[in-house]
T-cell receptor, first 117, second 116 residues
Framework: AQTVTQSQPEMSVQEAETVTLSCTYD???????LFWYKQPPSRQMILVIR??????QNATENRFSVNFQKAAKSFSLKISDSQLGDTAMYFC??????????????FGDGTTLTVKP | EAGVTQFPSHSVIEKGQTVTLRCDPI?????LYWYRRVMGKEIKFLLH????????ESGMPNNRFLAERTGGTYSTLKVQPAELEDSGVYFC??????????????FGPGTRLTVL
């Protein structure tokens, strides 16, 4: 079974600064995907960024980037130039890529990020 | 294109009552997943439909929970009778079914269930 751990229940950052959210996971699978989802207050959860385990290059999406350390099973999210709209709950998630239960996601507890003006 | 929708957005019921949650996936998405987040903890998988068939229901907590997806379109999740520990947010997600190993899951806004 897979586990995902987010050790920071709450974080805050000043607008325009950079913040890093931590995530570690445990799995014996070799083919998998890692995700960061964002859920703003009272709104839908949306995908922020995705990383395929077989890719060594870290994924980036505009101001969002990840530091994927496969051997250490670490998958942190860096948000640069933080904006007020980044205030949300962030979930780290694992998805097995192939075989039985592929597509089923395992989530961490979430990190509440507050961007302060 | 309409996203995943869930109804109701909130439900407050008393212990012992029955509640039915509904999820309408994105049109054409054969995969449908139910998850729930209880007591501010992690989001946990409940079950997975492929069209109208239950592919994996290993996360269903007990036989008070019944999920259906008749016709392979919308899905319902019924809790009968509801207990206090069932309170939480129930999420639905859908994705395409294809030969690719990865298909993005799109989440609904969730139904917040409160059992008093």
């Amino acid at each position: 079974a897979q586990t995902v751990t987010q050790s920071q229940p709450e974080m805050s950052v000043q607008e325009a600064e950079t913040v890093t959210l931590s995530c570690t996971y445990d799995t014996s699978e070799s083919n998998y995907y890692l995700f960061w989802y964002k859920q703003p207050p009272s709104r839908q959860m949306i995908l922020v960024i995705r990383q395929e385990a077989y890719k060594q290059q870290n994924a980036t999406e505009n101001r969002f980037s990840v530091n994927f350390q496969k051997a250490a099973k670490s998958f942190s999210l860096k948000i640069s130039d933080s904006q007020l709209g980044d205030t949300a709950m962030y979930f780290c998630a694992f998805m097995k890529g192939l075989g039985t239960n592929a597509g089923k996601s395992t989530f961490g507890d979430g990190t509440t990020l507050t961007v302060k003006p | 294109e309409a996203g995943v929708t869930q109804f109701p957005s909130h439900s407050v019921i008393e212990k012992g009552q029955t509640v039915t949650l509904r999820c309408d996936p994105i049109s054409g998405h054969d995969n449908l997943y139910w998850y729930r987040r209880v007591m501010g903890k992690e989001i946990k998988f409940l079950l997975h439909f492929v069209k109208e068939s239950k592919q994996d229901e290993s996360g269903m907590p007990n036989n008070r929970f019944l999920a259906e997806r008749t016709g392979g379109t919308y899905s319902t999740l019924k809790v009968q009778p509801a207990e206090l520990e069932d309170s939480g947010v129930y999420f639905c997600a859908s994705s395409h079914l294809s030969g690719r190993s990865y298909n993005e899951q799109f989440f609904g806004p969730g139904t917040r269930l409160t059992v008093l």
